[in-house]
C-alpha cells in the first residue's frame, strides 16, 4: 500500500471521528453545571441605596396596602361591600285608611271622613297621618254634608234628626227634621234643601243659612220632590236640577236648571233616561250619565255647557259607559272616572248590577275625548265615590266592596 493511500484512510478516519465527536456535543451532553460565586457582605451606611447590580431583600407589602389582583374589586379594607338594594317604587294605589268610613271630603292637603265603627270624626293626610276631629262622638250618622269653605258639616240621621256641626268652635245647631238632601253653596254661607211638609202644599226646595236662619222658598216641589236633585253650582248661579220638563218619549227628557231667585234658565235636552251630573271646578262644565237604547241602556257620559247663558250648548258624547258619580273633575277639561270592566245589558236601570264589577281608571280629556287609563298593578275595586284635592293634585276614592280610604298615584 503506497503512502498516497495511506494518508487518505488516516484523514477519512480523523474525519470521521471529529464529525462524530461534534455530534455528541449537540445532541447529547447537557449544560455544565455551575457554581454561582459567593457574595460577599458589604456594609452600607443609613444613607446608602444598594449598589447597582446587587440585590437586596424584597420588601413585604402590608395588608391594605397593596393593588388589587386580576378579578377583585377596590374597597375599603377591614369592609365587605354589599350589594346595592333597588330603588323602592311607590305602589300605585295605596289604602290610608282601613276602617269603615262614610262622608269623605277633601279638604286641603287632607281628606275628612266619619268613622262608622266609633262614630268620630278625623283627618288624613296623604302621608296617612290620621288625627281626630273632635271627641265628639256621633252613633248611626246616616248622611253627611261638608262646608266646602269652612270646618262644619251637617249630619242626617235615620229617625230625621238633621244637626250642623263646627269642628273649629266644638259647637252644633239644630236643623228642623222635615229639611233633607242638604247642599252648600261654594261661599258656605248658605244651604240649600228639600222642606218636606206632610202636605204636597207645604213642600219647597229653600235655601237657609248653615244655622237654619233667614229661610227663603225658591221653588215649591209639590208631589214632585223625588225629580228634584240639589246640588248648588260652584258659581253658586244654580242651586239644583229638575226632571219635570216637558215630555219628549222614551228615550229622551228635558232638565231643567233652577235657579235661586225664580230665573227662567234655558232647559237642556238629555239622550236617555236615569240623568246624574257632576260640576266642574268653575261650574262651566256639567258632566252627566243617562241611559238609552242606543247605550244598550248602560250609562253613557256626556259633557255639555252649563253657565247660564250657555246651558246644552257643545253637548259631545265621550263614548264612556259609566255612572257620573264614579266620576270627578281635576279642573274645567279634566276628569278621573271610574269605568266598569264590563256592564249588562240594561244596567243603567239597576246599578246595583255593577256593585262587584271591577273598574278601571281613566282620566279623560272632555275637550278631545282622549282617554288615558291610570295604573292599577291590576288592584280589583269597584268605585263608590273619587275625588281630587285641588291643591296637590292628589287622587282618592272610596270601594264599593273594600272598607277605607285609597290614594291613587297619578
Known sequence: MDIKRISLIS??????????????IVFFKGPATQTPPTQQPTTQGPTD??????????????????????????GVSGITQQPTAPPVIAPPIRQLVSDTIAGANVRPGAVSFYNNIDGQFYTVDAAGQTRQLSDEVFFNVQNINWSPANNEAILEYPDGSNILYNFDSKTQVTLPRHWEEFSFSSQGDRIAAKSIGVSPDNRWLVSTDPDGKNVKLIEPLGENADKVT????????????????AALGAEREEILFVGQNGENFRSMTVEGRGFESEWSTTGNKLLYSVHSARSDFKPELWIVNSTPATIGQNRESLRINTWAHKCTFADDRFVYCGVPEALQTGAGFAPGLANVTNDKIFRIDTQTGAQTEINTSGEQHTIQSMFVDQTTGNLFFTDMNQPGLFQVNI
Open 230 to 245: 240639589i246640588d248648588w253650582s260652584p258659581n253658586e248661579q244654580i242651586v239644583g236640577f229638575s226632571r219635570t220638563g
Open 11 to 24: 484523514a477519512f478516519i480523523l474525519v470521521s471521528a471529529g464529525i462524530g465527536f461534534l455530534l455528541y
Open 49 to 74: 441605596f444598594p449598589q447597582a447590580g446587587i440585590g437586596g431583600e424584597r420588601p413585604t407589602t402590608q395588608p391594605g396596602g397593596g393593588l388589587p389582583v386580576s378579578g377583585e374589586t377596590p
